[in-house]
């Protein structure tokens, strides 16, 4: 106050006068820029850099602040100087703990619930700033005109035809994924088998034969697929093409046409015989042609683009087809081909999976029968054969997104999508399983004396005191094992205590494990060991015991060597302990845990440690 | 051994409990299979006490006498009566008929376990003994008694509802059926203007305009004082005066701590109130709004009587109203679905609002309630 009135010129200060008191002053000077905090030596950071320095400067005195650094011997180094002037302040983080009386204090309170607690804390801030827009969009999306689907056929039954239809498909990708690996398929899949392929372009799938098979050199299947488009303008060009491959030495093309490709004149006759192919694929793929009034196409396919096998095979010439390609020829297959289509439409026959193929994998076999379950059903649609079902099918698709969007939206506008909503559910299994909330979340006797609990760790507290750990302890006793809750101080020697005490040590300890493993089970993010050692600290159990019994405080401090200052924070906090306690056992209904207590208190509440003031005595 | 309440001195608080010790005839229903009339626990004594009472023929206009009602059944609805009650004892779980406890047992207890003594528990002669009668409850080490019939015993976070009977200095005085009034202090209730501020003497002058005397009202308890009695608070805006309905007394233990006292019944408009220390508030809904919208509808609300209560709404409270009072008449404990089911079965009957009080409507109660335990039992049965 002097300071800031004047009359102090300068102040020697530590870090603690620039963050919490408002004193501006005209000048500031750093005499270092290194500071311990407690941990190590290190660099000031940049925010503390800024707390510091923004003290120079007072408003409507000066009209500039100064900040000096004191160099000394060495000047700092350029980058360090710049990082710590003007580099980004330390982002503020959330440390928002979600703990057991938070939860059981807000449960008691009717009108508020947990979740939204949880959704005003820090952490949540990037979400709900983006609440309103995302609600504003949800409104949006809701008013979006959805687009009906008109069915010719009287009531629209589309909606379950496509459910069926990606259940269908996805059985369909696991079950062909099985059949390509199954040995047994291998056998039938040979030059001339017909299949059925996925096409690239539309969902229909296309009648097509097997040409080659893998080799080493080429890992995919080699198909002649019916595609029923004529596309005969293609033809000329193309063949031609594939001639000029073969000899490279002539450039005109339609005319000299060396002897051993006589293509169209092959048309006359058919060799019946088959050369052994060399497996050399001479034709350039994919190959589209036209025969026979269909348009057909040689493609090379993965395994898994092979909807299904047909149990029919044809005869098909391997060399005429590749190597020496012969319009002939493919005129011939495709007829074939267009022969085993039953009628026009339909595919023939697929090997049946289990009979055939010999498919023997349980889970496989359940998925064939659903599959084949849900053809059924499909074909019993009345959309099965509407002349509409594309159109429908790609409306359906569409919906469907939109109604994912909208769900996701939602999600991420509800409580489930709270980064601590897993934990938050955890601790409140946790809490049931102990009998601290029913199932209805009504607070009930234990979660009632675990409120009052505020000094110590609550679950560890309220367990011992409902296990009537205290019961056989003198008030002293207790007094010093509570001390285990407050105390604040790890590594420091170990007390000696006598036999009872040590049982009781044990006794509690043995419940924070208990809590611990049982809160692991429960999927809070809690590890036992670490757990009970966290919030039971037996450093200072033989001081205030002495200390209860009426030991000077002279005496006391010898026991051990944890500084005389933290001595007397934690026994002041300890009589805070035992009226919480005192409190818990009025709940409770127990007059003999009550008087204990306050026996308890009375005995450390003497002395020094309990000395108003140091400087001003009183009586 | 019963001990009949003659012989014993009895204790106050204990009075209206000890009545359920009538002496009848020994062969039926001893206390602790005077079961579950009110939900989980074992049945309220006067229920009991009305079918014994006309078992033990007293007079026809006694028959039936309950609380608020008093009844004269006629022969055939006795029968029913009777029929019913027998039929929820029956159906009462055994579990707790065991662990019931009166004053003077010795509550069973392992003695190697170094058990808590709790509530309604004394130490005589090394044996734990029970204090009061009721239940035996066991908690980790803790044993203790919880009485079914007693007094409202108030917890942090309870929701009441009670009418100010004085206005003191900076604080309103409530009675609230508990044995001391509770304080609402002027700090801890919402200024009509809705500003944080802090209370000024004016303020304190004008505490009139905000409660007065006799005014009903909703609050939250905060805590409780050094000498025991009860601190109020009523910040949010659901708490505040309650207007436009009714107000009912009903004994405390028929409203048990659920997760939700505040009702809003759309299909009737109206609000609900399940006060834990058994006021029941049964009123027009309210629509929570803002503050300043308040300020606005001031000046035209105190000009003139405007929208009254609709007759539609009327009618419903007084139904609903009339159903919570059949309802603590029979003993059953107090949940929301119990009580709309209640209205709606007397909808559906045709039974006229005021002859809802009558007779047959509190005989058929009885025994839809049986009906319904039965079948939940059943069900609970059937799906294990």
Same mark, same amino acid.
């Given at each position: 106050m002097l300071f800031c009135r004047g009359v102090i010129k300068v102040l020697f200060s530590t870090e603690t006068f620039a963050m919490g008191v408002n004193a501006p002053a005209r000048t500031v000077v750093f005499d270092s820029l290194r500071k311990f905090d407690g941990k190590e030596h290190r660099k000031l950071l940049p925010g503390e850099y800024i707390q510091m320095a923004g003290r120079a400067g007072r408003r409507g005195l000066d009209n500039i602040g100064t900040v000096i650094v004191m160099c000394r011997d060495e000047i700092p180094e350029e980058s360090d100087l710049k990082n710590l002037i003007v580099g980004k302040p330390t982002r503020l983080e959330s440390q928002f703990r979600l703990t057991y009386t938070m939860i059981l204090h807000l449960l008691?309170?009717?009108?508020?619930k947990v979740e939204d607690m949880l959704k005003r804390s820090f952490a949540e801030f990037h979400a709900q700033k983006n609440l309103p827009e995302k609600e504003k969009l949800l409104l949006q999306m809701l008013c979006q005109p959805t687009k009906t689907i008109d069915c010719i056929k009287g009531e629209p039954t589309i909606e379950e035809y496509y459910e069926m239809a990606l259940e269908a498909e996805a059985h369909r990708e696991s079950i062909t994924e099985a059949i390509m690996q199954l040995h047994s398929s291998q056998q039938f899949l040979t030059p001339g088998r017909l299949v059925v392929v996925k096409s690239k372009s539309d969902d229909d799938h296309l009648l097509g034969v097997i040409v080659k098979t893998p080799s080493a050199a080429l890992k995919q299947y080699i198909i002649l697929v019916l595609t029923?488009?004529?596309?005969?303008?293609?033809?000329v060009p193309s063949s031609s093409n594939q001639n000029e491959k073969e000899s490279?030495?002539?450039?005109?093309?339609?005319?000299?046409?060396?002897?051993?490709?006589r293509g169209m004149e092959d048309e006359y006759f058919s060799s019946v015989s088959t050369r052994?192919?060399?497996?050399?694929?001479?034709?350039?793929?994919p190959y589209k042609g036209d025969a026979s009034g269909m348009g057909f196409e040689v493609r090379a396919i993965e395994n898994?683009?092979?909807m299904s096998i047909c149990t029919s095979k044809i005869k098909i010439d391997q060399v005429r087809l590749l190597?020496?390609?012969?319009q002939t020829v493919y005129s011939k297959t495709v007829q074939m081909l267009i022969k085993e289509?039953?009628?026009?439409?339909k595919y023939p026959a697929a090997l049946d999976a289990i009979k055939d193929?010999?498919?023997?994998d349980m889970l496989l076999v359940e998925n064939y029968h659903a599959y084949q379950r849900l053809l059924k059903k499909m074909s019993e649609?009345?959309?099965?054969?509407?002349?509409?079902l594309k159109e429908h099918i790609a409306l359906m698709k569409e919906q469907k997104k939109y109604k994912d969007q909208l769900n996701e939206l939602k999600y991420q506008m509800s409580?489930?999508?709270?980064?601590q909503m897993p934990e938050f559910q955890g601790r409140i299994d946790v809490l049931k399983e102990i009998h601290y909330i029913d199932s209805d979340l009504v607070v009930q006797l234990k979660g009632r004396v675990a409120c009052?609990?505020?000094?110590?760790?609550e679950l560890i507290s309220t367990e011992c005191l409902l296990e009537n750990q205290?019961?056989?302890?003198?008030p002293e006793e207790a007094v010093a094992i509570m001390s285990a809750l407050v105390f604040q101080q790890r590594n420091t020697s170990e007390p000696s205590l006598t036999p009872k005490l040590a049982d009781a040590r044990k006794r509690i300890y043995d419940t924070a494990i208990r809590l611990g493993n049982l809160q692991r089970e429960f999927? +809070?993010? +809690?590890?036992p060991e670490e757990y009970a050692r966290d919030h039971l600290k037996f450093g200072l159990v033989e001081v205030v015991y002495e200390w209860a019994k009426g030991t000077p405080f002279a005496d006391i401090c010898?026991?051990?060597? +944890?500084?005389e200052g933290l001595i007397v924070r934690t026994i002041v906090r300890l009589d805070e302990t035992c009226r919480e306690f005192r409190n818990a056992a009025s709940i409770m209904g127990n007059s003999a845990l009550y008087k204990k207590m306050e026996t308890a208190s009375n005995a450390i509440?003497?002395?020094? +440690?309990?000395?108003?003031s140091l400087y001003i005595t009183g009586i | 051994m019963r001990v009949s309440s003659e012989t014993r001195p009895n204790p106050s608080g204990f009075g209206h409990v000890l009545? &359920?010790?009538?002496?009848?005839?020994?062969?039926?229903? /001893?206390l602790h299979a005077t079961a579950c009339y009110s939900g989980? &626990? /074992?049945? /309220?004594?006067r229920a009991q006490c009305a079918s014994s009472a006309y078992l033990c023929s007293r007079g026809p206009q006694r028959a039936g006498a309950m609380r608020d009602l008093q009844l004269s059944l006629n022969q055939t609805q006795r029968v029913r009566l009777e029929a019913a009650l027998h039929e929820l004892q029956s159906l009462a779980p055994a579990a707790a008929a065991a662990a019931a406890v009166t004053v003077a047992d010795t509550i069973p207890v392992n003695d190697e376990d170094n058990i808590l003594k709790g509530h309604g528990t004394s130490d005589q002669d090394g044996e734990v003994v029970a204090t009061l009668c009721g239940v035996v409850e066991r908690v980790n080490k803790l044993v203790y008694v919880r009485t079914l019939r007693a007094r409202y015993k108030p917890e942090v976070g309870d929701i009441i509802v009670g009418r100010v009977i004085e206005i003191a200095p900076k604080r309103w005085r409530l009675e609230i059926n508990f044995s001391q009034d509770a304080v609402l202090m002027l700090s801890s209730m919402s200024l009509p203007d809705g500003i944080q501020r802090r209370r000024t003497a004016v303020d304190e002058l004008n505490m009139r305009s905000i409660f007065e005397e006799n005014d009903v009202i909703c609050a939250e308890v905060r805590g409780f004082q050094h000498d025991g009695s009860l601190h109020l608070q009523a910040?949010?805006?659901?708490?505040g005066k309650l207007e436009r309905g009714q107000l009912l007394i009903v004994p405390a233990y028929l409203v048990k701590r659920r997760k939700q006292h505040f009702h809003h019944l759309e299909r009737y408009d109206v609000d609900l109130i399940l006060g834990c220390n058994g006021f029941i508030w049964v009123g027009e809904h309210v629509v929570? &709004?803002?503050?300043t919208d308040k300020i606005e509808d001031k000046p035209a609300l105190s000009s003139e009587v405007e929208n009254f209560t609709p007759l539609e709404t009327r009618k419903h409270i007084c139904r609903l109203a009339n159903a919570v009072r059949v309802l603590s008449a029979l003993g059953f404990t107090l949940t929301v679905e119990l009580i709309i089911e209640t209205a709606e079965a007397s909808v559906s009957s045709n039974v006229e609002i005021n002859a809802m009080l009558g007779a047959e409507f509190f005989v058929h109660t009885a025994e839809a309630e049986a009906k319904r335990r039965a079948d939940l039992l059943r069900k609970k049965s059937g799906a294990r």
């Open positions: 008691r309170v009717e009108e508020l029923g488009d004529c596309m005969s303008s293609a033809i490279g030495d002539f450039k005109q093309g339609y005319f000299v046409i060396p002897k051993g490709k052994k192919s060399s497996g050399v694929i001479n034709i350039k793929l898994k683009e092979i190597e020496d390609p012969s289509q039953p009628d026009g439409n193929l010999k498919m023997k649609n009345k959309c099965h054969g509407c002349i509409k409580d489930e999508a709270l980064q009052e609990m505020n000094s110590g760790e205290l019961d056989d302890l003198e999927k +809070v993010p +809690v590890d010898e026991l051990t060597d +944890v500084s509440k003497r002395d020094i +440690v309990f000395a108003a | 009545l &359920g010790f009538l002496p009848f005839r020994t062969s039926a229903l /001893p989980e &626990g /074992p049945a /309220p004594l910040r949010s805006q659901k708490y929570v &709004g803002e503050n």
